[in-house]
């Protein structure tokens, strides 16, 4: 029962540089969320999706893009990284098509970018 | 739009001592509510949830927390700190109905022995 799945654990990359972060859920869940975590920053929603073949902006979407493959996939695109965009991403899951329920996290992408 | 606070960035408790969390929470009307915790390298784990139900609301690994509307409040607590609670702390708020979840900035709870 693997949850939530990100790929890669880790990565550096130079500034200019793209690269895509990957997420898959076997859940069943329909909606998927990317998130940055800064320190004392909390949790910022950069988009969701809240159903397949629908994404949306969150709080701060600036510099990225989405991709929500199927069900399963939900992926993050950083075209040209920037210094600023250094952070921990969590890709998450819920089914909200229940009464509530909340989120279930990956263990997380660290990206420096240089 | 809601939003949560949370009040202190790093507690520090003894081990044994309670242990209070705070987190006020802005909505026009009750929302769901969150406590999260996140270990070190690690993802956020659910501890407890408030949906209406009942205002005290038990969790995993001892914790609890109390919905107080007239404070706008659901701070988390547990009796009897342990070294392995030494963690950040996030409480959450959902409007009913809303696709997305509003995170505080975090508490790190620091267990002196």
């Known amino acids: 029962n693997a949850g939530v799945t990100q790929t890669p654990k880790f990565q550096v990359l130079k500034t200019g540089q793209s690269m895509t972060l990957q997420c898959a859920q076997d859940?069943?869940?329909?909606?998927m969320y990317w998130y940055r975590q800064d320190p004392g920053m909390g949790l910022r929603l950069i988009y969701y999706s809240a159903s397949e073949g629908t994404t949306d902006k969150g709080e701060v979407p600036n510099g990225y893009n989405v991709s929500r493959l199927n069900k399963r996939e939900f992926s993050l695109r950083l075209e040209s990284a920037a210094p600023s965009q250094t952070s921990v991403y969590f890709c998450?899951?819920?089914?909200?098509?229940?009464?509530?329920?909340?989120?279930?996290f990956g263990d997380g992408t660290r990206l420096s970018i240089l | 739009a809601q939003s949560v606070t949370q009040l202190g960035s790093h507690v520090s408790v003894s081990e044994g001592a309670l242990v209070l969390l705070r987190c006020n929470y802005s909505?026009?009307?009750?929302?769901?509510l969150f406590w999260y915790v996140q270990y070190p390298n690690q993802g956020l784990q659910l501890l407890l949830k408030y949906t209406s139900a009942a205002t005290l609301v038990k969790g995993i690994n001892g914790f609890e927390a109390e919905f107080k509307k007239s404070e706008t409040s659901f701070h988390l607590t547990k009796p009897s700190a342990h070294m392995s609670d030494a963690a950040e702390y996030f409480c959450a708020v959902s409007d009913q109905g809303d696709d997305k979840i509003i995170f505080g900035k975090g508490t790190r709870l620091h267990i002196l022995p």
């Open positions: 909505s026009s009307v009750p929302p769901y």
């Open positions: 859940m069943n869940h329909n909606s």
């Open positions: 998450a899951s819920s089914d909200l098509t229940r009464t509530v329920q909340p989120q279930h």
